[in-house]
């Protein structure tokens, strides 16, 4: 599996980051970005985000339960 970057830092993307900016962004997103700049780009805070991502997941969106990344024990704790 490839790896994804945020498009901002760099940092390594994990599937519930993935997903929340498919999610946020549409389906046709080209640059995916880590909670950190995602939050500053949307002015949310981080938290927030988080929790927006366990309810989408929760309430059985398809986006969330994917595997766009190999993850190595992150999830969305
Ligand atoms: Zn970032």
Known sequence: MKRIGCGDCGAPLGNMEIAL????????????????????QLDCPR?????MAVFFRENGCELFSRRY????????A
């Open 47 to 51: 938290e927030e985000l988080k929790r």
């Open 21 to 40: 900016n498919l999610k946020l962004q549409g389906r046709a997103a080209g640059t995916f970005f880590c909670l950190q700049c995602l939050g500053q």
């Open 69 to 76: 990344v190999e993850e190595q024990g992150r999830d969305y």
